[in-house]
């Protein structure tokens, strides 16, 4: 991994600054996003969550949306141009990230999108989805971690949608979600991701 990329997980990466310019096209939708080292994926949308923007589906029911480990925010703004009218809650414990998201929902006129960290989101807000491209690479404590908080926050009939490589273990996240009481459902497997559906409690 690069040194650039070693840090997108932290809340100060300790990498300079570069920026970049990306842009996303997905078959509905297309984004110029800024990107800069330090956080997730700078020079090109990750494939990752390239194949979950292409095959989860919309929330199930309504309320907020969340996207968890937003980086610079092509979830987050996928989702606002999608479903107008949802508040979209982006959060990153990475702050670089963080100003990049709330920068790019700025540039596309998106102001539905909510970056924040996670401490400052209320502890009563609940959501309809979430959807994340996890950070794998934190660690198999920190990630399980992570998602129980969150999937928690879960709408009754609400559905978290992850997209995890199957070389890094999404067989047994799958596994290991549903024996928390989170049963899980494999929606597709493209590329060497699978994107799982997850339910809440």
């Not at 937003?70 to 670089?96: E, F, K, M, Q, S």
């Not at 100003?99 to 539905?112: E, I, W």
């Not at 950070?135 to 404590?141: A, D, E, F, V």
């Amino acid at each position: 991994m690069e040194r650039s990329q070693q840090h997108y997980f932290t809340p100060a990466p300790d990498v300079a600054v570069t920026e970049h310019t990306i842009t996303v096209e997905l078959p509905d939708l297309e984004l110029t996003l800024t990107t800069s080292s330090g956080v997730f994926s700078p020079k090109r949308l990750d494939p990752g969550t390239r194949v979950l923007l292409e095959n989860a589906p919309p929330p199930p029911v309504d309320g907020d949306v969340l996207d968890l480990g937003c980086g610079y925010g092509p979830i987050a703004l996928a989702l606002a141009h999608r479903y107008p009218g949802r508040r979209v809650v982006a959060v990153d414990v990475n702050t670089r990230a963080l100003d990049l998201a709330r920068r790019n929902a700025v540039a596309a006129g998106l102001s539905a999108v909510d970056a924040r960290p996670p401490e400052d989101v209320p502890a009563d807000a609940r959501f309809a989805a979430i959807y994340s491209n996890p950070p794998i690479r934190t660690g198999k404590q920190a990630l399980h971690e992570m998602l129980l908080i969150w999937l928690a926050r879960l709408l009754p009939a609400g559905r978290a949608y992850l997209v995890v490589q199957r070389n890094l273990g999404s067989d047994s996240l799958a596994g290991w979600l549903d024996q928390q009481g989170h049963p899980v459902r494999r929606i597709c497997s493209r590329r060497g991701y699978r994107v799982l559906e997850v339910a809440g409690q």
